[in-house]
């Protein structure tokens, strides 16, 4: 048979439009399950291997962010508390100090086990407590907590080859105060050097998120950790200010901002204590017009909304050169528009819920400045959750230096583009900042990085990548982002007396 050829009058039929990812592919639910882990409906203060109730019986409740809903109550420390656990951990610290490095590696070994064996348990735990994504705390978070423990474990036993003189000592007792963002990591990153150098510890974690430190107090049960080598008090900022200032803490160790970390400054001040701190960051993530496009969009998107934004070392300003600043808005807007944001114990979410009603407040009122900055404000259409705490990704372009969205630490999903011309443009505006935590820099020229990375005045720089870690690298920043450093060889140093 032949086709009849369409008679002019005939309407064509319209060509199909090309639909957007997100249209094309639908995700169907896939939740991680609770009954992975079974939170109590209260927990105790953790001092010289047991828990307790507070000595004023206080308590504060730990919230779901992403729901609202009560995860448990939790013992608010006070003066009396923080004294016990510091006499708790000075009562431990001869024995533990004593200890062969070998025989402290074996513990350090048990808990990198532990924590590998309990990994769902505490991904999901983390989740619900943080509110970030199943994805983040399951793929990144949980594998680097174990690596930390495996990777000082490995240098319990050879501080003397640590390049700090033939034979270190530990300090004593390490004070270490952590932040909400990363709640489980940041407690590896101080707890693992302290206990493989010899020190024993206070810990305390954020108000908001308290409960993965306390699962790391049934770890540490678990692998036969000798009473008070790691003491765990929770409660608000008082009881970290009641820690830094307790007479007999020889090292005090905190990651948060800016401001607490000048306040605990000025604390340890004429003392005799060690203090290293990491704090805020407003990093410069830098393209070049010679880099891979989409790979540098995969660096951006990971840069800044990796977390929810809320990361110290977030690429929250992005440097574009203008020959390619359209190309490059362009393709991340579209990559934006694939993210998925809703329920973090769907492995298909992309970004999840920001961790306070707080932080919440404080993103939303930067982002209101932006736009009345004369910024230019755009977010993918992407629908809330109806409870919780949310914020939509969102990019902000026309941003000049003098804009508070470009100054200031947001610590949310919210991107200020500038542009520059030439490399020498591109390092005074990265420079141009009161922090010095973190920077990328996207070019195909290994010449260019290097000279890109000699010049920033950041920590932490990353090439053609954005937010990779690993326990054998050391982290910290300059200025107002804080000093010393976390991880590596150089994480040693702050925790011994050389």
Not at 218 to 226: E, H, K, S, T, Y
Request: charged share 25%; aromatic share 8%.
């Amino acid at each position: 048979m032949t086709r009849e050829a369409p008679r002019p009058d005939t309407p064509r039929a319209e060509a199909p439009v090309p639909r957007g990812p997100s249209e094309a592919f639908a995700y169907a639910p896939a939740p991680e399950s609770r009954a992975v882990v079974d939170i109590a409906p209260s927990y105790g203060l953790f001092v010289d291997g047991e828990f307790r109730e507070a000595a004023d019986g206080k308590v504060f409740k730990t919230v779901s962010p992403a729901t609202e809903e009560v995860l448990s109550e939790v013992a608010q420390a006070g003066p009396e508390d923080v004294d016990a656990a510091v006499r708790a951990a000075r009562a431990a610290f001869a024995r533990w100090s004593a200890l062969p490095g070998a025989e402290r590696a074996k513990y350090l070994f048990r808990i990198a086990r532990i924590l590998q064996e309990r990994a769902r348990e505490l991904a999901v735990l983390e989740t619900l407590d943080n509110g970030k994504p199943i994805r983040e705390t399951r793929d990144a978070d949980l594998p680097l907590v174990a690596a930390h423990f495996f990777y000082y474990a490995g240098w319990a036993d050879k501080l003397p080859h640590a390049g700090f003189g033939p034979a270190p000592r530990p300090l004593g007792v390490a004070a270490q105060v952590i932040p909400w963002n990363f709640p489980l990591l940041m407690l590896a990153w101080k707890v693992a050097p302290a206990l493989a150098t010899g020190n024993t510890v206070v810990l305390k974690p954020a108000e908001t998120t308290p409960l993965s430190a306390l699962f790391f107090a049934d770890v540490c049960r678990q692998a036969g950790l000798p009473p008070g080598v790691v003491n765990i008090v929770t409660g608000d900022g008082p009881v970290g200010a009641a820690l830094v200032a307790h007479p007999d803490v020889d090292k005090v160790a905190f990651t948060g901002s800016t401001a607490v970390g000048k306040e605990i400054a000025r604390t340890v001040a004429g003392t005799r204590k060690r203090l290293t701190l990491e704090l805020g960051g407003k990093g410069a993530n830098i393209v070049f017009d010679d880099a891979p496009v989409d790979q540098a969009v995969e660096g951006i998107v990971d840069g800044i909304f990796f977390n929810g934004g809320q990361v110290c070392c977030a690429g929250s300003r992005l440097l574009v050169q203008e020959s390619v600043r359209d190309e490059v808005l362009d393709a991340l807007k579209r990559r934006l528009t694939t993210l998925r944001v809703g329920d973090p114990l769907d492995k298909n979410t992309d970004v999840g819920a920001i961790n306070s009603a707080e932080q919440l407040a404080r993103i939303t009122e930067l982002a209101r400045a932006g736009e009345e900055e004369g910024a230019e404000r755009w977010s993918p259409a992407c629908e809330l959750p109806t409870t919780g705490y949310w914020f939509a990704p969102t990019v902000f372009t026309g941003v000049t230096q003098a804009h508070r969205i470009a100054r200031e630490e947001i610590f949310g999903p919210v991107l200020s583009v500038l542009t520059f011309r030439t490399p020498d443009e591109a390092v005074a505006k990265a420079n141009n900042t009161p922090y010095g935590l973190s920077a990328g820099v996207w070019t195909e020229k290994g010449s260019r990085m290097l000279r890109m990375a000699r010049e920033l005045r950041a920590g932490v720089i990353w090439s053609n990548t954005f937010n990779k870690f690993d326990p054998t690298s050391p982290f910290g920043g300059y200025q107002e982002s804080g000093f010393g450093r976390e991880g590596g060889r150089h994480g040693l140093e702050a925790y011994l007396d050389v």
